[in-house]
C-alpha cells in the first residue's frame, strides 16, 4: 500500500499563500486519485480538494473554491495543494489521502485507501 508525506505547512498570515506537498515513493502513485483533507481542533475531517490519477479532474470545496488549486505531476510523484487568499478558518492539519482506482468526484475520509500523517496550516488574523 502506497505511503503518503505532506510537507510544506507552517505559519502565515491571513492573506498569505502557501503551498503543501504529498509525495509517495511508489511506482503505483499514478493509480491513486488524490484527495486533500482537513482537520481543525474538535472537528471531524473535511474534505478540501481532490485530484483524479490523472490529473485530468479536479475538485473543490465550496470553501476554497477560487483560492486553493490542486494539481499533480505523477512521474515526481508528488501532488500540490497552492492556498491563496488564506483566512484563519483554514487553520487546520492537512492530510493527503490516496484512493486506487477511482474515477469520481466525490471524496470521502472513509474511502482513502491510505493516509500521510498530516501537515500543520495555521493562519493567523
Not at 493527503?96 to 496550516?121: E, I, P
Amino acid at each position: 500500500q502506497v505511503q503518503f508525506v505532506e510537507s510544506g505547512g507552517g505559519l502565515v498570515r491571513a492573506g498569505d499563500s502557501l503551498r503543501v506537498s504529498c509525495a509517495a515513493s511508489e511506482h503505483t502513485f499514478g493509480q491513486y486519485s488524490i484527495g486533500w483533507f482537513r482537520q481543525a481542533p474538535g472537528q471531524e475531517r473535511e474534505f478540501v480538494a481532490g485530484i483524479s490519477w490523472s490529473g485530468g479532474s479536479t475538485y473543490y470545496a465550496d470553501s476554497v473554491k477560487g483560492r486553493f488549486t490542486v494539481s499533480r505531476d505523477n512521474a515526481k510523484g508528488t501532488v500540490w495543494l497552492q492556498m491563496n487568499s488564506l483566512k484563519p478558518e483554514d487553520t487546520a492539519v492537512y492530510y493527503c489521502g490516496g484512493q486506487r482506482y477511482y474515477s469520481g468526484g466525490v471524496y470521502f475520509a472513509k474511502n482513502m485507501d491510505s493516509w500521510g500523517k498530516g501537515t500543520l496550516v495555521t493562519v493567523s488574523s
